[in-house]
């Protein structure tokens, strides 16, 4: 008895558009934790602050998903047509190609600073990129597909 395990396709793509929004969130998260940490310490009115610390992260995620959304969206179309699954491979492809997305694209922006400079200085953009991506590919990619003698198909 075979069965073909239908490909989670939707899930792939909205996984992997979301990287720079998850990137933003974690990195102004940091960065408002640690100014807004002294505030909530000696503040009475905690609820304000915690509802401004979770709109400005709000705000920085929709602004990360602005910036670099096209990248990530091509890069999820891209997987999703590769039908990619749990493996080193993969997960070694994801981490090169969203690195490589997000500098490349960061660095088309900057024309007027000499782009290729600011494609090659240090490489946060990548790091950003591609950790966020092997992330979401830990949590979105489907394990893969297996033969009837109970061997990988990849």
Not at 27 to 56: D, Q, R
Request: aromatic fraction near 20%; charge should be neutral; hydrophobic fraction near 60%.
């Amino acid at each position: 008895m075979s069965f073909e395990i239908k490909y989670p396709r939707g899930k792939v793509i909205f996984g992997f558009t979301l990287c720079p929004a998850v990137v933003a969130s974690f990195w102004a998260g940091v960065e408002l934790f640690y100014h807004l940490l002294p505030k909530f310490l000696l503040s009475k009115n905690w609820t304000e602050l915690f509802s401004e610390f979770f709109m400005i992260l709000w705000v920085v995620s929709a602004g990360g998903m602005v910036f670099y959304g096209i990248p990530a969206f091509l890069l999820a179309l891209l997987y999703a047509s590769l039908k990619l699954s749990k493996s080193l491979k993969n997960y070694f492809l994801v981490f090169i190609a969203g690195g490589v997305g997000a500098q490349v694209w960061g660095g088309m922006f900057i024309l007027v600073l000499n782009w290729m400079e600011r494609i090659f200085e240090f490489p946060w953009a990548f790091l950003m990129g591609a950790f966020s991506s092997l992330i979401i590919a830990i949590f979105v990619l489907p394990k893969p597909a297996m033969t009837d003698e109970g061997t990988s198909v990849e």
